[in-house]
T-cell receptor
Framework: EAQVTQNPRYLITVTGKKLTVTCSQN?????MSWYRQDPGLGLRQIYY???????DKGDVPEGYKVSRKEKRNFPLILESPSPNQTSLYFC?????????????FGPGTRLTVL | GENVEQHPSTLSVQEGDSAVIKCTYS??????FPWYKQELGKRPQLIID?????GEKKDQRIAVTLNKTAKHFSLHITETQPEDSAVYFC???????????????FGKGTLLTVNP
């Protein structure tokens, strides 16, 4: 089954404790991205990657890092989480040829930073 | 960069009525406009999309219209049902072919409630 997976689905942590949210897709998609969703603000892009070793900032990259060492994985790293990063995070992927407009979302990760 | 405005932020209708959600975009180069439905606790799901070379697209009870000149597009849901209750997001993007720098800019969402 074609899918995007994220782990963990729920995470409560404390300020300053480094964490990583994993994202993996099994569709051989080149493009992957991370969004955060906050009430009243919609979905905002954090980082995206056009392919392995190619990443770039989205609209709200401050406080986040990403890496793309393998095509299928695109982890989101919070080196020193702060309470304002409490949010719902979605990973997404899409191909860059063929149906380039079809974006697949992961199930989401609800992060709480105390 | 692109800016997408979405209205209304909340919409309540009676079952069987129609619902219309409107979005405007700022970048005239945008050529792809998807709509996503997000049920409580779930991921956004694409429900319909339209490209800038067409003015209207229908899929059963939902339709999307696009006015490129005015830079606005709308989602129309007819004969609404309680299961249509969700948050709806519009988005805009420039989509090319063969590895474009694709970026979806989302509106802030509309909470649609369909009352039985």
């Amino acid at each position: 089954e074609a899918q995007v997976t994220q782990n963990p689905r729920y995470l409560i942590t404390v300020t300053g404790k480094k964490l990583t949210v994993t994202c993996s897709q099994n569709m051989n998609h080149e493009y992957m991205s991370w969004y955060r969703q906050d009430p009243g603000l919609g979905l905002r892009q954090i980082y995206y990657s056009m392919n392995v070793e190619v990443t770039d900032k989205g609209d709200v990259p401050e406080g986040y890092k990403v890496s793309r060492k393998e095509k299928r994985n695109f982890p989101l790293i919070l080196e020193s989480p702060s309470p304002n990063q409490t949010s719902l995070y979605f990973c997404a992927s899409r191909p860059t040829s063929g149906r380039v407009d079809t974006q697949y979302f992961g199930p989401g990760t609800r992060l709480t930073v105390l | 960069g692109e800016n997408v405005e979405q209205h209304p932020s909340t919409l309540s209708v009676q079952e069987g009525d129609s619902a219309v959600i409107k979005c405007t975009y700022s970048d005239s180069a945008s050529n792809y406009f998807p709509w996503y439905k997000q049920e409580l606790g779930k991921r956004p799901q694409l429900i319909i999309d339209i490209r800038s070379n067409v003015g209207e697209k229908k899929d059963q009870r939902i339709a999307v219209t696009l006015n490129k000149t005015a830079k606005h597009f709308s989602l129309h849901i007819t004969e609404t049902q309680p299961e249509d209750s969700a948050v709806y997001f519009c988005a805009a993007s420039i989509v090319g072919y063969g590895g474009s720098n694709y970026k979806l800019t989302f509106g802030k969402g509309t909470l649609l409630t369909v009352n039985p």
